[in-house]
């Protein structure tokens, strides 16, 4: 062991003390830190076997008739919000608010959205396809997206959403018409009178 004798005067009476070098401080601090550095290389290294056990052995469930749980419904909720907070349009909807564009809109809906996400009757009238989607899509007339900013719902016609039954509708739609559905989105809820009967026609 590696220290350094040396002699202090206390009261008067000359005391010797053995002190560690530095030298030998830094190599104790050197190995310390190494075994910290291993010790979170093989903690990684585990996790990664067991997440590749799970996957492997079919542990994660992948019947579509369940309930997600907690814990997958915030991490779901989590990523889409953290992404759509940077990646979705910001602005206004360009597309007018009037009555023309919301019936155009409501069009748009029963034409593409109304199978998977109801019609004005909200969830009884959601369809056998949307009862056995997992996870369930949101009937909108119930659980709306009135307070979201309409840029959101445009991202999500456009790209989908993964791990859903939510499909990419890019090439299918114009961009336009993305605004147009996410204006009739906004105020499905306080519809003019005109839109309103247009609305409470829509099957699916």
Request: charged share 20%.
């Amino acid at each position: 062991m590696e220290y350094i004798n040396a002699k202090v005067l206390e009261g008067g009476r000359e005391r010797q003390y053995a002190y560690y070098s530095i030298a030998h401080i830094a190599q104790k601090k050197g190995e310390s830190m190494k075994g910290f550095f291993w010790g979170i290389v093989a903690t990684i290294a585990v996790l990664i076997l067991i997440g590749f056990a799970i996957i492997k052995f079919g542990l994660i469930p992948a019947n579509a008739d369940a309930t997600p749980g907690a814990f997958e419904n915030w991490a779901a909720d989590a990523s889409l919000t953290a992404t759509l907070q940077r990646e979705a349009p910001k602005g206004p909807d360009p597309v007018p608010l009037n009555d023309k564009n919301l019936i155009a809109g409501i069009h748009l809906y029963a034409k593409h959205c109304a199978i998977c996400h109801g019609t004005a009757a909200g969830d009884p009238s959601a369809s056998p396809i949307a009862r056995g989607e997992y996870p369930a899509p949101p009937q909108l007339a119930t659980d709306g997206v009135e307070d979201d900013p309409e840029g959101w719902d445009v991202w999500k016609v456009e790209h989908g959403i993964r791990w859903t039954g939510m499909p990419s509708w890019k090439g299918v739609i114009t961009k336009k018409q993305a605004w147009t559905l996410a204006l009739f989105l906004k105020h499905m809820d306080k519809l003019p009178p005109a839109p309103e009967q247009v609305w409470k026609q829509v099957t699916n």
